[in-house]
DNA sequence: AGCACGATTAACT
DNA sequence: GTTAATCGTGCTC
C-alpha cells in the first residue's frame, strides 16, 4: 500500500459525531526520527459543545480548553489523573467547541519501538486505551495545539479502510461517572465490535 | 492559597 | 472487584 496524503482540514471541519464515526478505519501516524509509527483506529468518543456536561468545554473558554475553539485538525491533549495524557481531534468549525478523543488503535507499525515504551505488556495492551496510545507513540503536551494537517506535521491521520456500520458499536462513552444524565449515557462511542473479524484482510497489520 | 476531582492504568486481593 | 499513583485544572475562599 503506498502512503496516502493525510485527511486534510475539510474532514475534521464536520460535527463530531459525523467525524467520530468516520475515523474507525483511518491510520493514525506518528513520525519521529525518519520512523512511521502507525494504527488503525477502533475506538473513539465525541465530545462536543459547552451544553456536553461530558465535555471539558462545560466550562468554556480556559486556558486548557482554548484549541478546542480553535480551527479543526488540530490536537486537543490533556493531562489527568496525575500520570496520563490523552490525544483527542478538534472537529466542527471553528469557534464551536468539539473534539474526537481517540480511545484505541491497533498497532501496525512502529512495533519494536511501541514495545519498547510499553513495558512489557502483551501486544493486546499496547495501545487498546487513550493514555496507552499517548505513552507508545511518545505524545505529550508538546503537542497541545499542533495542526495535523500540516506539511510538515509528525502527527497525522491517513485514509484506511472504512469499516461498515455491522461492524459498528455505538455505547455511552467511557469513564464519565460523575456527569449527569443524559451526557453520561448519550452513544457518542463508536468501536469495532469484533475485532478479529473487522480487521480481518485489512492491509498492514 | 487551598481544595476536590479526573474522558486512566496497572497491580493488587 | 478494588485501589493507589500523582498533578493540572477550575472553582471557592
Not at 170 to 179: A, D, E, K, T, W
Request: hydrophobic letters at 40%.
Amino acid at each position: 500500500m503506498q502512503p496516502s496524503a493525510p485527511l486534510s482540514r475539510p474532514f475534521f471541519a464536520r460535527p463530531a459525531l459525523h467525524v467520530a464515526r468516520e475515523l474507525l478505519g483511518m491510520r493514525l501516524v506518528r513520525l519521529e526520527a525518519g520512523e512511521r509509527t502507525s494504527g488503525v483506529i477502533i475506538e473513539t468518543e465525541a465530545y462536543s459543545s459547552e451544553q456536553d456536561l461530558g465535555c471539558h468545554c462545560r466550562a468554556g473558554r480556559t486556558p486548557r480548553t482554548q484549541v478546542m475553539y480553535g480551527p479543526p485538525g488540530h490536537a486537543y491533549i490533556y493531562f489527568t489523573y496525575g500520570m496520563h495524557w490523552m490525544l483527542n481531534i478538534v472537529v466542527d468549525v471553528e469557534g464551536f467547541p468539539a473534539a474526537v478523543l481517540i480511545r484505541s488503535i491497533q498497532h501496525s507499525e512502529g512495533l519494536a519501538t511501541i514495545a519498547s515504551r510499553r513495558g512489557g505488556q502483551p501486544p493486546a495492551q499496547w495501545t487498546n486505551g487513550p493514555a496507552k496510545i499517548c505513552q507508545a507513540f511518545n505524545i505529550d503536551k508538546k503537542f497541545s495545539g499542533v495542526d495535523l494537517c500540516a506539511p510538515d506535521a509528525v502527527l497525522f491521520v491517513e485514509p484506511g479502510n472504512p469499516f461498515p456500520d455491522s461492524c459498528v458499536t455505538v455505547s455511552p462513552r467511557v469513564g464519565l461517572n460523575n456527569v449527569p444524565e443524559p451526557w453520561k449515557s448519550i452513544p457518542w462511542r463508536f468501536y469495532i465490535r469484533d475485532k478479529a473479524h473487522g480487521l480481518k484482510d485489512k492491509d498492514n497489520l
